[in-house]
């Protein structure tokens, strides 16, 4: 059982930059892969962006690669999403997730959730 808590999120200008914390607690986080998605209202959960367990390889959306950086410190239990150059389209509630295994960009591969937290990026 993995817990999962995100936090950084806020109000930002378009052009601007936040990071975004997942803290997990309850499990072996270097045993997980970690993932970020996004959820705007009336959409669907779509994936942003992977790292591995073991070798720290990272994956990304098209739509923020380039501009968002994902990583992780398993020595802190923590994952992090660093996002620069946000636009008014990057609005949206951020979940960060973990998985032991499965596709890295398909939600139902990801076995546990944080409760998400807040990005608005005003024009």
């Known amino acids: 059982q993995v817990l999962l808590v995100e936090s950084g999120g806020g109000l930002v200008q378009a052009g601007g930059s936040l990071r975004l914390s997942c803290a997990a607690s309850?499990?072996?986080?270097?045993?997980?892969?970690m993932g970020w998605f996004r959820q705007a209202p009336g959409k669907e959960r779509e994936f942003i962006a992977a790292?591995?367990?073991?070798?720290?390889?990272?994956y990304y959306a098209d739509s923020v690669k380039g501009r968002f950086t994902i990583s992780r410190d398993n020595a802190k239990n923590t994952a992090y999403l660093q996002m620069n150059s946000l636009k008014p389209e990057d609005t949206a509630v951020y979940y960060c997730?973990?998985?032991?295994?499965?596709?890295?960009?398909?939600?139902?591969?990801?076995?546990?959730w944080g409760q998400g937290t807040q990005v608005t990026v005003s024009s």
């Open positions: 997730a973990a998985q032991k295994w499965g596709n890295y960009y398909q939600s139902q591969w990801y076995h546990y």
């Open positions: 790292i591995s367990r073991s070798d720290g390889s990272t």
């Open positions: 309850g499990s072996i986080f270097s045993s997980y892969a």
